[in-house]
């Protein structure tokens, strides 16, 4: 074809397209950044779109250029035969790819200013500018053949290949990019999150079509690249490590974050109309469940029949579904799924397990077991169905009762610890528990005889909550409960019994256990010190936890049943182990390490997985902030010891708590010295001090606060003389507890933070003659009232987690803990009843009346702010000065006017003496959390003023804090020209205003807008030098300095104002104006909530010229 020819078919087939397409496709650039990719995936797998699009105009000499690019037999990397078919005549364009690469070619993308990443076939990203031999197969045919490696584009397009060799490949890379991603490989290598970029790619759509394919090599590698997107390793390791403690039994309900939530009638009805595409892009695991995603796998599973390593991938996607009670529902409806879990992957009868047998059906897996046990969490009703169809207690009884570890194989051990583990989760809800009764002699043998930790520590971890379920037994009189539930909810009926235990069937277990805690406390006393990086505590903290839950229901228990260990023998024990403890290095060692592996305390701030807000994970630990970032890539895998020291101690708190009521006198001292303990005020301190960071998307900061909330209660119990360092702790915590942490929140805030000894001992001499100081120490039982009522609405999630929390059988309804991603409380938290009623107000119509508990909410509100701005200011620190000024001017746009209130009055003047301490760090053009914008707060505080102020003198000084010179020029033209009349009412003189009057006057004004309201306000007498001194100085002020400036500017204005000074006919303000030298302040000040103008002689503080200089005569002269 002619050049011409080209042309015009160019030109059809333009034509063809829409205009709009077009111009995107020609706009459309092939990436931005090292990792930056831009994809539009279509999401027709008949007609697959390319990701990047060639711009349809090529230049002429481009086109001319691929054409005439002849290449000869020479060029070839073989001889040509005659005999070859086909082969007499050479197609250039078809084996154009076959010559040496272009030098200029090469050399191309060195001079770009940033590149698309590429990865290898095990994800790691290829470095450009290291040479990649052909052998390794990374190059390609694309459009940069002399690059080495895949860009994610380009993986897009083999992934869609019809050839099933390189769908599998581009699958399985893939595959080991989302793990290495999740994993936080890329985060300090690449610009943006691989997760979030191939999220709003529509992978999920790609996997999703890949599941269907009939080749089984393309079905495992869906399920490996599902695999890698949806699971979290290092979640599911760490989960395994709080399995040892009292809370190892719950299980975090992970729910995609929502940016927009409906709030009206429409957006929640268009909500639930939404196609699985849009739900995919708020909530992946939602979207999944509208795809057939449940029934594709069970297909897989069941006719399919594929490999060990793809089965035990699929039950892990379902467990890591099942982590919301929505998903779990839906996937009992699924027809034949747990059919074919039970039937096949926890059988009741198969052939011992072969070493290396691949085929995964008919034999026990661990993957299935903790499948079961993520069901059993979602829900009571789910474990009695689970029990009543699938045979679930009978399987276990039938694992755990085994005297054959060789049946089992390799999976011996983590069988029997997830059978355990969910023989326990059955247990809480009090099910499963008669089989005990036959299996106790076995249980009890196993472990003495066992040698494996991990079997050990599940099995006291079963024998604990059999304690729990015998209380529940005799809290209730032995009266036998049943479980109902309906058909409409699972399909049928059924029934459990309740726990057929009492408590003389479970307390002599002290026996067999307290012997191995006291074995294996004497072991870390001799051990640890010396291999504390290698230690495990978990069977520490497992045999401290069940003597810390013995102690607590044996002395609830109406009889008392008489074993070999008694109480008093475990508390005599208690205070010798305790004794020598605390002054171990041992102890030492652990405290320090608790402190170097903090998650509070990781300053540095950064995570180590990516995640998104519609695929949320719990995020395993940060590593310390020593670590350097740049070995943050290298490994991310998370060490037991940072979890397993936060238990370690928890466990110890709560065993001191637990036998503080059997002895105080004997108690009490080792509770003392134990916060009293060097590195434990340290690390106290430490907490107290750190800033507020993001810790709430970390699920396991929550272990952290909740070791803390139970060293500030043990403080709040016992006589210490470290209650300062307590109650800074518990005011620092109040911010960072996350969802998981709420019932400790209560605690914390029902029985320290507001504790009147508390406050008591940050108490001065100065403070203590302070009236409204003590007045608000003694409104502290109301003013606590008043924040916990902040939790009110989350009354039901309340109740669910203090049951969980506290192992209650009877009223247990799921194991589930929601993990929310924000703070329960916002960092300014003192302040969030002024915003709910200030919101409330806002919100209420005109006719309705206020709530009648407004002014005390109020009150209490204010008192808190007065105590910690007065006693305790590094608390709040972090809040900066302008948002807290913000958040009280607030308090003033109230209906009733409740400022008026005398007691209200000295609490707003004491916090403004507070803030004013601080008045250069008030700049009100920064953003204030929880407002669009100050200017329109600031605009209502002005109305407000002029119709209810009457002129308060308190309302008048917050009204001049955003008038001062040093703040934006917005305000002051907003007060000076649009509301003039608020003017009137600012009574203050210089003598009562609570900061400088200097910060009023410097540095001087140069807006002439501003100048010019300031004059007419003058000349017209709206403000006066006898009713408002204030606002008179600084006008005289700014207009003279103004007016006698020779810079140029404005010079229309400035004759302007001359001559309106010139023929002013008040004789004083004209003096004023022409002849106003500077302000000098002298006198004392006055009592600044006296409403009343006591000016004093303000003439006298203002220094006039007696003589004119000779440059301002002139230009008066210029006007006469």
């Not at 020598?580 to 300053?603: D, G, V, Y």
């Not at 540095?604 to 590593?623: A, I, Q």
């Not at 969030?832 to 009648?852: E, F, G, N």
């Amino acid at each position: 074809m002619s050049h011409e020819e080209i042309i015009e078919q160019q030109k059809k087939l333009a034509a063809m397209f829409d205009t709009s397409l077009l111009e995107k496709l020609k706009n459309r650039k092939k990436g931005s950044g090292i990792s930056s990719v831009s994809f539009e995936p279509t999401t027709d797998r008949n007609n697959p779109a390319p990701l990047i699009t060639e711009n349809l105009e090529k230049p002429v000499a481009t086109i001319q250029k691929d054409i005439v690019d002849p290449i000869s037999s020479s060029d070839l990397p073989f001889k040509l035969d005659d005999k070859w078919l086909h082969m007499d005549q050479l197609e250039h364009e078809k084996l154009r790819w076959l010559k040496p690469l272009d030098e200029h070619k090469k050399n191309k993308k060195g001079i770009k200013e940033k590149l698309s990443a590429r990865f290898d076939f095990t994800g790691e990203v290829v470095n450009p500018e290291e040479p990649v031999g052909a052998a390794s197969g990374l190059h390609h045919h694309g459009d940069e053949p002399e690059a080495a490696g895949y860009t994610l584009e380009e993986l897009y397009i083999l992934v869609r290949s019809l050839n099933a060799a390189q769908k599998v490949l581009a699958l399985a890379t893939l595959s080991n990019v989302l793990r290495k991603a999740k994993s936080g490989h890329y985060l300090y290598l690449l610009n943006n999150s691989i997760v979030n970029s191939l999220l709003q790619a529509d992978i999920v759509l790609l996997l999703r079509y890949a599941l269907d394919e009939k080749s089984e090599l393309v079905v495992a590698a869906a399920v490996n690249a599902w695999h890698s997107l949806l699971c979290q390793q290092q979640d599911t390791k760490s989960l395994e490590l709080l399995s040892c403690s009292m809370t190892g039994h719950l299980v975090p309900e992970l729910v995609a974050v929502d940016v927009s939530p409906p709030t009206t009638e429409e957006e929640i009805i268009e909500r639930e109309e939404e196609q699985y595409l849009e739900v995919l892009k708020r909530d992946v695991i939602s979207g999944l469940l509208l795809m057939d995603f449940l029934p594709r796998l069970r297909y897989i599973l069941e006719v399919i029949r594929p490999q060990l390593v793809v089965c035990s991938q699929i039950l892990d996607i379902l467990c890591r579904m099942m982590t919301s009670s929505e998903t779990s529902y839906k996937l009992s409806r699924t027809p034949r799924l747990l059919n074919v879990v039970f039937e096949e992957f926890l059988p009741m009868s198969f052939t011992p397990v072969a070493e290396n047998d691949e085929c995964g059906h008919g034999k026990p897996l661990v993957e299935a077991m903790r499948f079961a046990r993520c069901l059993c969490a979602s829900g009571r009703t789910m474990a009695v169905d689970l029990i009543a169809r699938h045979g679930l207690m009978e399987r276990i009884v039938r694992y755990v009762s085994s005297t054959d570890p060789s049946e089992f194989g390799i999976v011996y051990s983590k069988l029997m610890v997830e059978s355990l583990l969910t023989w326990r989760t059955l247990v809480l809800y009090g099910l499963g528990c008669e089989h005990y009764i036959i299996l106790r002699p076995s249980l009890i043998t196993r472990l003495q005889v066992e040698t494996d930790d991990s079997i050990i520590v599940s099995l006291v971890c079963l024998l604990t909550s059999l304690l729990a379920a015998a209380d529940a037994t005799a809290s209730t009189d032995k009266r036998k409960k049943t479980v109902h539930f309906s058909d409409s909810t699972m399909g049928g009926s059924a029934e459990a019994p309740s726990p057929a235990l009492d408590w003389t069937q479970v307390s002599g277990l002290i026996d067999s256990v307290y012997s191995m805690a006291m074995k294996s406390v004497q072991n870390f006393l001799e051990s640890y010190t010396e291999h504390h990086s290698t230690y495990d505590l978990s069977i520490l903290i497992s045999l401290l936890d069940f003597v810390h839950s013995y102690l607590t229901h044996a002395r609830l228990q109406p009889v008392h049943v008489e074993c070999f260990v008694t109480p008093q023998a475990i508390l005599s024990d208690m205070v010798k182990i305790f004794r020598q403890l605390l002054t171990s290095t041992a102890f030492s060692k652990l405290l320090i390490n608790i402190r170097q592996s903090s998650i509070l305390l990781n300053e540095s701030g950064y995570l180590t997985s990516e995640s998104s807000n519609s695929l949320p994970s719990l995020h395993s630990l940060p590593k310390p902030a020593n670590i350097d970032k740049a070995e943050a890539g290298e490994s991310t895998q998370l060490k037991p010891q940072a979890i397993h020291l936060l238990l370690s101690l928890q466990t110890l708190i709560r065993l001191l708590r637990s036998t503080l009521s059997l002895s105080p006198t004997e108690i009490q001292p080792l509770c003392v010295d134990l916060i009293g303990h060097n590195e434990v005020m340290t690390y106290m301190r430490r907490v107290s001090q750190t800033q507020q960071t993001n810790n709430s998307t970390n699920y396991f900061a929550s272990v952290e606060c909740s070791l803390l909330v139970d060293l500030c209660q043990l403080g709040v119990a016992v006589p210490t003389p470290h209650l300062k360092e307590l109650h800074r702790l518990s005011l620092s915590l109040v911010p960072k507890c996350t969802g998981a942490n709420l019932s400790e929140l209560h605690d914390l805030l029902s029985r320290v933070v507001f504790s009147p000894i508390m406050f008591r001992s940050h108490l001065t001499e100065s403070s203590r003659s302070d009236h409204v100081t003590q007045e608000c120490v003694m409104s502290l039982p109301s003013i606590s009232n008043t924040y916990i009522s902040l939790l009110l609405p989350l009354g039901e999630q309340l109740q669910h987690s203090r049951n969980i929390l506290s192992r209650n059988t009877e009223k247990t309804s799921k194991m589930l803990l929601r993990h929310s991603h924000t703070d329960m409380l916002p960092l300014d938290w003192p302040y969030l009843p002024i915003m709910h009623l200030y919101q409330t107000s806002s919100d209420r119509s005109v006719d309705s009346q206020p709530p009648p508990d407004t002014c005390q909410l109020l009150k209490n509100s204010l008192q808190l702010v007065n105590l910690l701005e007065t006693l305790l200011p590094d608390v709040t620190k972090a809040i900066s000065v302008h948002a807290k000024v913000a958040r009280v001017m607030c308090s003033f746009l109230l209906d009733d006017g409740l400022f008026h209130e005398p007691d209200m009055q000295r609490l707003l003047t004491s916090l403004l003496l507070s803030y004013c301490c601080h008045i250069d760090r008030i700049d009100f053009s920064q953003p204030v959390p929880g407002l669009q914008a100050f200017a329109d707060l600031y605009m209502a505080f002005l109305d407000h003023f002029e119709a209810t102020s009457f002129g308060s003198s308190v309302f008048s000084q917050y009204v001049l804090l955003p008038m001062m010179q040093q703040q934006s020029v917005e305000y002051r033209k907003l007060v000076w020209t649009e509301h003039a009349l608020t003017l009137r009412s600012v009574f203050l003189s210089p003598n009562q205003l609570m900061f400088p009057m200097e910060k009023l006057l410097y540095p001087e004004e140069v807006n002439a807008a501003i100048i010019t309201g300031m004059s007419a306000n003058l000349l017209s007498g709206l403000i006066t030098l006898t009713r408002n001194p204030v606002l008179y100085v600084a006008a005289v002020h700014h207009v003279n300095r103004f007016m006698f400036t020779t810079d140029g500017r404005d010079a229309d204005v400035k004759l302007s104002l001359l001559k309106s000074a010139h023929l002013c006919t008040v004789e004083s303000l004209k003096n004023h104006l022409i002849f106003y030298k500077e302000y000098k302040m002298s006198g004392s000040s006055v009592d600044v909530n006296d409403d009343t103008n006591s000016s004093g002689d303000i003439n006298a503080d203002i220094v006039c010229y007696t003589k004119l200089p000779i440059q301002r005569c002139n230009l008066l002269k210029s006007v006469t």
